[in-house]
């Protein structure tokens, strides 16, 4: 075989190779990028959003729980599964809720901790008002928690 057609055969094997790579490398770019929009907006409601709008006694809890103030990391509206939850500390396996009226004994309430419970989490609420009113309680509550006990 000529020397010229071997190296037109290489260039053509590599150009067909360079473009099989760049589309793989779309194809994982488009995928990363859906999965980071997925992981940003959940149930049609961006995590902004929901973060922007926290209530007071979710405020107050940030405040406390925020830059590691009680020893371990906390997130805040942080998506598990296809739940969002107010707060997590995924060292400890504890998701925080703060609750209003509307979820007193509400079914999709147990239902979604029932699911936490069975991948790990243990759940714990706390009442907008309790946040509000004993603070320090609440804390105590949640330091017991995460602390190991001896």
Known sequence: MPKKL????????????NHALDCLLEQNNR???????????IKGVKLEEIRKKMTDAEKVIW????HKKLGIKFRRQQPIGRY?????????????????????????DIKRDNW???????????WNNDVLQKTDEVLQVIVELITPSP
Request: net charge positive.
């Open 6 to 17: 071997q190296i037109r055969e290489l260039e053509n094997i590599r150009m067909k190779t």
């Open 31 to 41: 995928k990363h990028s859906k999965e980071k929009n997925r992981e940003r907006k």
């Open 63 to 66: 405040s406390k729980l925020r």
């Open 84 to 108: 969002i939850v107010d707060f997590v500390c995924f060292e400890k396996r504890l998701v925080i809720e703060i609750d209003g009226v509307k979820h007193y004994k509400n079914p999709k």
């Open 116 to 126: 936490l419970n069975t991948q790990g989490f243990r759940v714990i609420r706390f």
